[in-house]
T-cell receptor, first 116, second 116 residues
Framework: GENVEQHPSTLSVQEGDSAVIKCTYSDSASNYFPWYKQELGKGPQLIIDIRSNVGEKKDQRIAVTLNKTAKHFSLHITETQPEDSAVYFCAAGFNAGGTSYGKLTFGQGTILTVHP | EAGVTQFPSHSVIEKGQTVTLRCDPISGHDNLYWYRRVMGKEIKFLLHFVKESKQDESGMPNNRFLAERTGGTYSTLKVQPAELEDSGVYFC??????????????FGSGTQLSVL
């Protein structure tokens, strides 16, 4: 089955700096890669996702890159703010035709702390 | 629009007892998923319902776990009898029919289960 490794497990940055979280996956059949943010007391919330036919996607201060050959994908957060502090999870999934993307394999999570 | 709702938010039980977790998905979402995060590790898939049918239950740990979704609305996850290793956070998530463009998973806040 699929295996997703996520690094680092903790990341501490100063406000305004950039933060990068990296993930690797094992199953070359995976074609959907979402990132989730989990704040204290809440469930994971999708912040950005990328499909395997795209190498990069950006949404304001966050961006995700995908290297299918190396089976790597990364989350980049620029101009970090204290409210970016949370646990971030990467995930990998597979979609064939109309099958839902919902069965995902998650990484172990990264605790991001942004210091004012 | 109401989000995914889970009850209870916390449950503390003794080994050998029974616990039932409930999930109310977003109205109109055919897909319902159960996930679990144990001891700060990765979030792991348990099973997937499409309406009232179990689409994939490959992640269920053993036969002490029983999930139901009668009528295709809310779902329950029963653990009987509970063991120490069942402790963790149980997340429910829902998504629309893939054919309607729904691939995004919406997570509930989770149920923190502690088995003593």
């Amino acid at each position: 089955g699929e295996n997703v490794e996520q690094h680092p497990s903790t990341l501490s940055v100063q406000e305004g700096d950039s933060a990068v979280i990296k993930c690797t996956y094992s199953d070359s059949a995976s074609n959907y890669f979402p990132w989730y943010k989990q704040e204290l007391g809440k469930g994971p919330q999708l912040i950005i996702d990328i499909r395997s036919n795209v190498g990069e996607k950006k949404d304001q201060r966050i961006a995700v890159t995908l290297n299918k050959t190396a089976k790597h994908f990364s989350l980049h957060i620029t101009e970090t703010q204290p409210e970016d502090s949370a646990v971030y999870f990467c995930a990998a999934g597979f979609n064939a035709g109309g099958t839902s993307y919902g069965k995902l394999t998650f990484g172990q999570g990264t605790i991001l702390t942004v210091h004012p | 629009e109401a989000g995914v709702t889970q009850f209870p938010s916390h449950s503390v039980i003794e080994k050998g007892q029974t616990v039932t977790l409930r999930c109310d998905p977003i109205s109109g979402h055919d897909n319902l998923y159960w996930y679990r995060r144990v001891m700060g590790k990765e979030i792991k898939f348990l099973l997937h319902f499409v309406k009232e049918s179990k689409q994939d239950e490959s992640g269920m740990p053993n036969n002490r776990f029983l999930a139901e979704r009668t009528g295709g609305t809310y779902s329950t996850l029963k653990v009987q009898p509970a063991e120490l290793e069942d402790s963790g956070v149980y997340f429910c998530a829902s998504s629309q029919d893939q054919r309607q463009g729904g691939s995004r998973l919406f997570f509930g806040s989770g149920t923190q289960l502690s088995v003593l």
